[in-house]
């Protein structure tokens, strides 16, 4: 199976921080790495499907990029509804497999 | 509008068999591209993938689960299905069912979930 690394594992930020996050795919995956966000008590959510691609109704503080093994995901102007725990999965090969996560945690 | 919506039996005891279902509206399982998948997530945990089937009942299935898994699908009612057999105290988890929906690059299909449901809890325990 391929397993995706996910650094850091919990950030404490501020409302208004750039923050970012990586994914590391222990083999090559393309693009095929989405993102999601879970709040607290939800279910998870897609952000970024393929890498870089902001899905429908994701604000643009979202972002994802990386190719190969790297990806970074982004949110620029942190607000507070963003405090969630993130994960990345590789749908390159069966079985999809999700990092560990990166919980956001305020300051 | 896509919603789904899993259930389930909330508590079993060690070696039974875990039946759970997703009722889903706003889309169909007999289009092409459509997919529906099963992932669980143990309580502080992360998420893992378990099975994935798909609109010409194509199955996936996570091999680490070592042939306990079934799923299944009911196109007129609009369900699908996840059964895991021989349960122990490490199959508790919230599981959820998720739409698989495809993106099409240059006539290439890419999948993700994009649709979950609230997710069920289920306890193995004597």
């Known amino acids: 199976d391929i397993v995706m690394t996910q650094s850091p594992t919990s950030m404490s930020i501020s409302v208004g921080d750039r923050v970012t996050m990586n994914c590391k795919a222990s083999q090559n995956v393309g693009s095929n790495v989405d993102w999601y966000q879970q709040k607290t008590g939800q279910s998870p959510k897609l952000l970024i499907y393929k890498a870089s691609n902001r899905y429908t109704g994701v604000p643009d503080r979202f972002t994802g990029s990386g190719s190969g093994t790297d990806f970074t995901f982004t949110i620029s102007n942190m607000q507070a509804e963003d405090l969630a725990v993130y994960y990345c999965m590789q749908s390159n090969s069966y079985p999809p497999t999700f990092g560990a996560g990166t919980k956001l945690e305020l300051k | 509008q896509v919603t789904l919506k899993e259930s389930g039996p909330g508590i079993l005891q060690p070696s039974q068999t875990l039946s759970l279902t997703c009722t889903f509206s706003g889309f169909s399982l007999s289009t092409y591209g459509m997919g529906v998948g099963w992932i669980r997530q143990p309580s502080g945990k992360g998420l893992e993938w378990l099975a994935n089937?798909?609109?010409?009942?194509?199955?996936y299935y996570n091999p680490s689960l070592k042939n306990r898994l079934t799923i299944s699908k009911d196109t007129s009612n609009n369900q699908a299905f996840l059964k895991i057999t021989n349960v122990d105290t490490a199959d508790t988890a919230t599981y959820y069912c998720?739409?698989?929906?495809?993106?099409?690059?240059?006539?290439?299909?890419?999948?993700?979930?994009?649709?979950w449901g609230p997710g069920t809890m289920v306890t193995v325990s004597s």
């Open positions: 998720a739409r698989i929906g495809t993106h099409y690059y240059s006539g290439d299909p890419y999948w993700y979930f994009d649709f």
């Open positions: 089937i798909w609109w010409d009942d194509d199955k």
